[in-house]
């Protein structure tokens, strides 16, 4: 069975940076709309760049300012400065 | 923020984390962590402990003092340019009845619980993860009332729904399940609450239903959810944390977290039950079906999740099987026993129109027409007869989940389910073989269960008759109760609705 890493975000003006980034970077994502939510599902693992947020907003980000939008995820959490990846592979 | 000089995420989180405890010379550490052996868990080395959101206090109130300005702007104005009045539908106030008689009370079960647990766990890293989930779980059940007290000023039910929630029958189901959590040891609490509730259940609740609430048009809920929900994520990755770190510390601690996780699973599937009900009939404006959620938060996301943590012998929790199953029917069959009960209720029910029992049978294609529609449309019959179906039995319950024995025998959706057992003498029953199970496992704790039917037996509940008990509940008998249709509520919806189409014309 696939192992869907997951990450669900506000749909929100905060968070449409981030999902577009998400998207950019992460081939094959999979995306479920839901009313005022965005789920994003990648078999095994997803990742957020602090770079590609930055380059989308035009402004320096911290990449725990996700915490203000984030719902909801699936998969093992590694986050430093710079990356915040779910996944299922070790 | 991330300039070179500075330290980087994992080393301040660690300096800010570690070296806040110190072996106690004054008492011994047994005595001053006197709860967390007596369970069986064998920890090696606490500083294992990894919180991989590294979320240091000074940022956490950072980030929660951002969220709750956010959120009280919304709450602020929806209540200034009267939301209320635009949602959905006035039968969508009765979520929110559910909502803060039967869920907020147990965010506050959840507060105190990780107060208790951040207290009497050894390890630094798991008391402060526990500590901002206390504070978190607080926040969350004043944020609740906070927003749905703006309901309560027009609509009926949820007046006093602290004591509502000490007394009601049905809502003894979440009660129980939170007072049997906050009974067991602190690592059984964190495996009931923080693993098998936030990381595998809580989902179902706060994504799609909040997303309703959404398109239902409750700005100040949804916003509160998804609010919560923020936090829920570090909750989620404290709980898979926890897991992992007891599989790791010691092999002989497998079996007792694989008791506790078959055990709170199944006690879960059970107390969301509502959650269903609510999605699949009480959302006028609907965004999926029950089982499309419990397929993709339990199927799809728990079955990632049991697949990783294979590799510790970790299984799925027993009876998953038949919960999947049962997510085509217990929806139905909840509505069914608060439509015939909804004299006893602090919410208003109804039949589902034409348009909403298509959609059910499109939803449930298995289920739907060939057990449940016909039900409904006898007693549309019914009641157009003047006929209005009302059970007055007092039902029997089960002994662990509280709930009237009204599921089915998993594969035959005609027959009851019931199991019963001995114990010191005395006769007790179940409505499933999950719940029968924990009973075996520790019989003297749910033989102390206060179940509300035996309990307005033995004239603990304000006296022998409906209304006696429905007064003690702290109903407003013929304005809390009933239908929807001819109640206050709807009354008022209507003059609401007349009042605009009268402006606009």
């Not at chain 2, 509940?473 to 206050?488: I, R």
């Amino acid at each position: 069975m696939a192992q869907l890493a997951s990450i669900t975000l506000m749909h929100n003006d905060d968070a449409r940076p981030v999902i577009e980034s998400i998207i950019a970077d992460n081939p094959g994502v999979k995306i479920l709309n839901m009313p005022g939510a965005v789920k994003l599902d990648c078999d095994g693992r997803i990742t957020v760049n602090r770079a590609s947020v930055e380059e989308r907003l035009g402004r320096p980000w911290n990449l725990q300012e996700i915490h203000l939008v984030l719902i909801s995820m699936a998969g093992n959490l590694d986050e430093d400065d710079d990356t915040f990846t779910l996944s299922w592979r070790h | 923020m991330s300039g070179t000089k500075k330290l980087g995420l994992r080393q301040r989180y660690e300096h800010l984390t570690r070296g806040l405890d110190w072996e106690t010379t004054y008492q011994p550490m047994d005595k001053v962590f006197p709860y967390d052996e007596f369970e069986g868990i064998k920890i090696k080395d606490w500083s294992a402990w990894e919180d991989p959101f590294r979320l240091t206090m000074d940022s956490y109130w950072k980030f929660q003092a951002e969220k709750e300005r956010k959120l009280y702007a919304v709450l602020d104005s929806f209540a200034q340019n009267n939301g209320q009045t635009g949602i959905s539908d006035g039968r969508y106030a009765n979520v929110l009845k559910l909502f803060l008689t039967g869920i907020s009370p147990e965010e506050y079960q959840a507060h105190r619980g990780f107060a208790f647990t951040g207290r009497h766990l050894r390890g630094a890293g798991a008391r402060v993860a526990c500590q901002m989930q206390s504070i978190d779980e607080l926040r969350h059940i004043q944020t609740q009332i906070h927003t749905i007290s703006h309901f309560n000023k027009y609509f009926n039910g949820i007046h006093d729904f602290s004591k509502m929630h000490d007394r009601v029958w049905y809502l003894s189901v979440p009660k129980s399940f939170f007072d049997d959590a906050r009974t067991s040891g602190p690592f059984e609490f964190m495996i009931a609450i923080g693993f098998a509730f936030e990381y595998v259940l809580t989902n179902l609740l706060f994504v799609p239903f909040m997303s309703g609430a959404a398109y239902n048009g409750d700005m100040s809920t949804v916003t509160f959810g998804f609010s919560a929900q923020s936090d829920e994520s570090r909750h989620m990755t404290l709980g898979i944390e926890v897991i992992k770190f007891l599989l790791e510390q010691h092999p002989d601690n497998l079996p007792i977290v694989q008791k506790w996780v078959d055990k709170w699973f199944w006690r879960g599937h059970r107390l969301l039950g509502i959650v269903a009900m609510m999605m699949d009939y009480m959302l006028p404006k609907k965004v999926m079906s029950w089982k499309e959620a419990w397929d993709i938060y339990f199927v799809e996301a728990g079955g990632a999740l049991f697949q990783d943590l294979a590799r510790y012998g970790l299984k799925m929790p027993k009876y998953h099987e038949i919960a999947t199953a049962e997510a085509e029917h217990v929806s139905h069959q909840n509505w069914c026993t608060f439509y015939q009960y909804t004299h006893a209720a602090n919410f208003h029910t109804w039949l589902p129109d034409n348009e909403h029992l298509d959609w059910l049978s499109e939803k449930y294609p298995n289920t739907f027409d060939k057990y449940y529609r016909p039900r409904f449309e006898m007693w549309g019959q019914m009641a157009k007869e003047g006929k209005r179906f009302y059970n007055n039995a007092l039902v029997q319950l089960c002994q662990v989940c509280q709930i009237p024995m009204v599921y089915t025998e998993p594969g035959d959706p005609n027959t009851i389910c019931f199991r019963e057992t001995q114990f010191n003498g005395q006769r007790y029953h179940f409505c499933s073989d999950g719940c029968s199970d924990i009973f075996k496992n520790e019989p003297e704790k749910y033989v102390q269960a206060w179940l509300p039917v035996q309990q307005i037996f033995q004239g603990n509940c304000g006296g022998a008759t409906i209304p006696e008990v429905l007064d003690w509940y702290g109903y407003k008998f013929g304005e809390d109760n009933f239908d929807y249709v001819g109640s206050p509520d709807e009354k008022l919806w209507n003059e609401w609705h007349a009042d605009k189409i009268k402006a606009a014309s």
